[in-house]
């Protein structure tokens, strides 16, 4: 089942694939162009269907398409020559914004994503998601590094602002008073539009909801690792606190590090290094009930075994939309499907049963 038209008005891509005919008898015909066969494809022009999907982030006031594109990947296992092809299909089929971390590749995704956004001129179309708090220059979240690793982000990805920034806890922790202090200043600069949150617990987002009614900025987004197989993250208490706070939730890890795409099934054909041995961790018996209900699902809809899984995570109260990184074009077309895909109670059952 697909819901995205080939291209977009405008891009270059869609662009290469219209070829303007010029008409018998005119001064600018150069030679004779023979009549296209009847069974030759039609083109597509026009924008995309996927650019019509949009959804509030939570209340940041802004619209996004339901999967952010995530780029954990670009500067590792993707070059950047196909980083930017990846980008661009996904731009080309609706999709309007990038999560990107400082801590991605040691920065070098950050430097892939702000070529691509220089090169394309497509600033004001996207919207920009980058986590801070991660690089070894700057760790953690406290008042001065985080100011450094904002700016340092900025360049990176050459633009005057972060549209959401992801305060990363992980990376080392500071009084969250101070925190959201600096990033109050970040936004009056207008360095930063929303405030979102990665590593918090469910106390510090009651505290941060306490600080915001003395003034400081709100959190309204939280990014937490979450999908079919990996509940308890976000489960119990912090599920509870984001529902009640109408924070946005974009997954990260959604295809549990690729396992859910099903292409790898077998511990013999996994890939080297420690992305095989994060999808090694999930072969079995239950990893493979849940890829088999995939399957099932999957073929009843004309989908991807990751589409299923993408369309899983945004049935899912609070669930804005999930990070899912891409290796490939083709991936990009898949996952993307998930966004126009609703699962029936049974099917959710199916799921359900699966993961017991």
Same mark, same amino acid.
């Given at each position: 089942?697909?819901?995205f038209?080939?291209?977009?008005?405008?891009?270059?891509?869609?662009?290469?694939t219209?070829?303007?005919?010029?008409?018998?008898?005119?001064?600018?015909?150069?030679?004779?162009?023979?009549?296209?066969?009847?069974?030759?494809?039609?083109?597509?022009v026009?924008?995309?269907?996927?650019?019509?999907?949009?959804?509030?982030?939570?209340?940041t006031?802004?619209?996004?398409?339901?999967l952010?594109?995530?780029?954990?990947?670009?500067?590792? =296992?993707?070059?950047?020559?196909s980083?930017?092809?990846?980008?661009?299909?996904?731009v080309?089929?609706?999709g309007?914004?990038?999560?990107?971390?400082?801590?991605?590749?040691?920065?070098?995704?950050?430097?892939?994503v702000?070529?691509?956004?220089?090169?394309?001129?497509?600033?004001?179309?996207?919207?920009l998601?980058?986590?801070?708090?991660?690089?070894?220059?700057?760790?953690?979240?406290?008042?001065?590094?985080?100011?450094?690793?904002?700016?340092?982000?900025?360049?990176?990805?050459?633009?005057?602002?972060?549209?959401?920034?992801?305060?990363?806890?992980?990376?080392g922790?500071?009084?969250?008073?101070?925190?959201?202090?600096?990033a109050?200043?970040?936004?009056?600069?207008?360095?930063v539009?929303?405030?979102?949150?990665?590593?918090?617990?469910?106390?510090?987002?009651?505290? %941060?909801?306490?600080?915001?009614?003395?003034?400081?900025?709100?959190?309204?987004?939280?990014?937490?690792p979450?999908?079919?197989?990996?509940r308890q993250?976000?489960?119990?208490?912090?599920?509870?606190?984001?529902?009640?706070?109408?924070?946005?939730?974009?997954?990260?890890h959604?295809?549990?590090?690729?396992?859910?795409a099903?292409?790898h099934?077998?511990?013999?054909?996994?890939?080297?290094g420690?992305?095989g041995?994060?999808?090694?961790?999930?072969?079995?018996?239950?990893?493979?009930?849940?890829?088999?209900?995939?399957?099932?699902?999957g073929?009843?809809?004309g989908?991807?075994?990751? %589409?299923?899984?993408?369309?899983?995570?945004?049935?899912?109260?609070?669930?804005?939309?999930?990070?899912? =990184?891409?290796?490939?074009?083709?991936?990009?077309?898949?996952?993307?499907?998930?966004?126009?895909?609703?699962?029936?109670?049974?099917?959710?059952?199916?799921?359900?049963?699966?993961?017991?």
């Amino acid at each position: 089942m697909s819901i995205f038209g080939v291209g977009s008005a405008g891009s270059s891509r869609a662009s290469r694939t219209v070829v303007e005919t010029p008409v018998l008898g005119s001064s600018t015909a150069a030679s004779p162009v023979l009549p296209m066969h009847p069974s030759a494809p039609i083109p597509v022009v026009g924008p995309a269907i996927g650019s019509k999907i949009r959804v509030p982030l939570g209340e940041t006031g802004i619209q996004i398409f339901p999967l952010m594109l995530g780029a954990a990947e670009f500067g590792w =296992n993707v070059d950047l020559e196909s980083s930017h092809d990846i980008i661009d299909r996904y731009v080309e089929l609706g999709g309007n914004v990038i999560h990107t971390a400082d801590s991605y590749s040691g920065g070098r995704s950050e430097h892939i994503v702000g070529q691509w956004l220089a090169s394309r001129g497509l600033r004001d179309e996207v919207v920009l998601a980058a986590r801070v708090g991660g690089h070894p220059d700057n760790p953690g979240i406290g008042p001065v590094n985080l100011v450094r690793a904002v700016e340092a982000s900025l360049g990176r990805l050459r633009t005057d602002r972060i549209d959401v920034l992801y305060l990363d806890a992980t990376g080392g922790r500071s009084a969250l008073e101070d925190t959201l202090a600096t990033a109050e200043w970040l936004v009056d600069a207008g360095k930063v539009r929303a405030v979102g949150a990665y590593g918090f617990t469910a106390a510090d987002l009651v505290e %941060a909801r306490i600080l915001s009614s003395a003034g400081f900025p709100r959190i309204t987004v939280l990014d937490v690792p979450f999908n079919i197989l990996r509940r308890q993250d976000y489960d119990d208490d912090l599920r509870l606190v984001a529902g009640a706070q109408s924070i946005a939730v974009t997954p990260s890890h959604a295809l549990e590090h690729g396992f859910l795409a099903g292409e790898h099934r077998s511990r013999g054909r996994l890939p080297f290094g420690p992305r095989g041995q994060q999808i090694a961790a999930s072969l079995n018996r239950r990893g493979q009930r849940v890829l088999r209900a995939l399957d099932g699902i999957g073929a009843e809809l004309g989908v991807s075994d990751s %589409a299923v899984a993408v369309a899983w995570l945004l049935g899912q109260r609070t669930v804005a939309a999930p990070i899912v =990184n891409a290796f490939t074009e083709r991936h990009v077309f898949e996952i993307m499907q998930g966004a126009g895909v609703r699962l029936s109670r049974s099917q959710l059952a199916e799921i359900a049963r699966a993961t017991a």
